[in-house]
């Protein structure tokens, strides 16, 4: 049998991306019921790109389940500065989650959890039976690279992705994976809206991390840092440590998937009806 490869999906990048690139001139396309659509059929041009790229053998969809997760638990202020979802991509929540299964795309998530942690498990889980794709937007996920896992970043526009394995990363950033978590952790996550240590940057933290290897090597080195920066570290050491945490990806995620049951193939009747109820007319040409 030919190389298995799986591509891991992170829905909500992809669909957060397809609703903001759809709507910004502020007409947002809707069915002729009135049910807006627009970041659902943008989903569906990335994900069917996707597919066209990377060939997968098997595919799987993760989404986030809510906003309360145990990262909130550790941190109130995590994703505290996020704005609630536009009034006209709720519905569109679950209209996502029907279109893929109607590929016959298992949906996975978990409650407490976010997608993240739901990729960076069934990564683990599968490297060894699989070739894993995970198709997202998000720089976080580079952590997981390894030699059996590419991460490939979306780039603006369809088509464009930025594939990341351990060399390309090395040669990009001069990072391993893993220190892409001690860099969080250092310089701390405006998006996520966790601080780090207070008054270290991405310039400082990269060279710090480059110098000594990781937090642990560090903090075991502090009398050779300069003392300016070894008071913000020593000031903020606590937070650094749960930076550091509240950056790494969970790979022991509570959920689990069965390859035979993911693999790439669907009845064309059953997704043609979904984008028939859609109003999907343009889109029927992608497939086949």
Partial sequence: MSEQRLLLVDGMAILFRAYFATSFGGSVRKTSA????????GFVRYFMDAINTFNPTHVIC??????????????????ANRPSAPEDM??????????????????????????DDCIGTLAAAFKDQADIIVVTGDHDMLQLV?????????KKGIGNYMVY??????????????????????????????PGVKGIGEKTAHKLIQEHGSIDG??????AISKTIRAKIEADLDMLHL????????????????L?????????DNVLQKFEELEFKSLIALIS
């Fill in 34 to 41: 009135g049910v807006p659509v627009n970041a659902v059929h």
């Fill in 62 to 79: 993760c989404w986030d389940m809510g906003s309360t997760t145990f990262r909130t638990a550790q941190y109130d202020g995590y994703k």
């Fill in 90 to 115: 709720i519905p569109q929540f679950d209209l996502v989650k029907e279109v893929v299964a109607s590929f016959d795309v298992p949906n996975i998530g978990i409650e407490g959890f976010e997608a």
């Fill in 146 to 154: 390894d030699e059996r896992v590419s991460v490939a970043i979306m």
């Fill in 165 to 194: 394995t351990p060399a390309t990363l090395m040669e990009e950033r001069q990072l391993t994976p893993e220190q892409i978590i001690d860099i969080k952790g250092l310089m701390g996550d405006t998006s996520d809206n966790y």
């Fill in 218 to 223: 560090l903090l075991a080195n502090l009398d």
């Fill in 243 to 258: 930076s550091r945490d509240l950056a790494t990806i969970r790979r022991d995620a509570p959920v689990s998937a069965e």
């Fill in 260 to 268: 035979e049951l993911c693999c790439w193939g669907y009845k064309r």
